[in-house]
């Protein structure tokens, strides 16, 4: 679909840039260093709505990916061919005033800020394309879609990263969340060293705040997980194959 630039209201400019504002001063100075690298590389506009075909005249060059606007959620396999193509997948969305504090479907806002500085590490975009190529086998699989979606939950979405001695978030929901920054630093909720096999172990709950992460020591630690991955996908069997 297209991103219909002209229909953004005021009121939409106006709520990008309150949330620009308020994550770059709370959470910024937290996020992970390939997150904050990324964000500056990125050099999202802060007053306005991100103009995705604009964005992309330079996406490509200086991240190898592309920015691909989308109404809502993806079917599963229209949204990991995207990823295979190194098309990020960004909602066009706006969230209104009301869901400033919690949006509960992704935004152009979590997807922008949230998940694209990330794309400008070469490791963790690689990870991405790499994950969806496995992952794409495996979609009639009801068990194996779980396996595949706590994975992505875990990392792309909740994921921290030890660094300086210090956990910090790269995941894009904690990164847009007031209630998840404010979670991850609670003593109650285990932090808890990625494994993949624990992570594929871990169910969760999307519409929650989190009780438990995972942290990773590297983001090669994260690539290298993948073969795990496709080998539990393999094992789990999967009759029906
Ligand atoms: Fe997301």
Redesign the pocket.
């Known amino acids: 679909m297209e991103q219909n630039y002209d229909a953004y209201t005021a009121e939409d400019h106006q709520n990008w840039s309150i949330l620009f504002d308020r994550q770059n001063k709370a959470v910024l100075h937290l996020a992970a260093n390939a997150f904050r690298s990324g964000f500056l590389q990125l050099d999202l506009n802060p007053h306005r709505i991100e103009n995705i075909p604009v964005r992309n005249i330079t996406m490509k060059q200086k991240f190898g990916w592309q920015l691909h606007p989308v109404s809502g959620l993806l079917p599963l396999d229209e949204f990991l061919n995207l990823l295979i193509n190194k098309e990020f997948p960004v909602t066009v969305y706006m969230r209104r005033k009301e869901e400033l504090e919690f949006s509960e479907l992704?935004d152009i806002f979590?997807?922008l800020y949230?998940?694209a500085p990330m794309l400008a590490s070469p490791v963790f975009s690689e990870f991405i394309s790499r994950y969806a190529e496995i992952a794409i086998g495996y979609i009639n699989d009801p068990e194996a879609v779980e396996y595949m979606s706590r994975f992505y939950w875990y990392t792309?979405?909740m994921g921290l990263i030890e660094e300086e001695g210090k956990l910090k978030p790269f995941g894009?929901?904690i990164l847009t969340s007031a209630g998840e920054m404010e979670n991850i630093v609670s003593p109650d909720v285990p932090k808890r060293p990625f494994d993949v096999d624990d992570v594929l172990n871990a169910p969760y709950d999307s519409f929650n705040l989190q009780t438990q992460y995972f942290y990773l020591q590297s983001f090669e630690q994260l690539f290298d997980a993948l073969g795990t991955f496709r080998q539990t996908l393999q094992n789990k069997a999967f009759a029906t194959k």
């Open positions: 992704p979590h997807d949230g998940h792309m979405e894009s929901a």
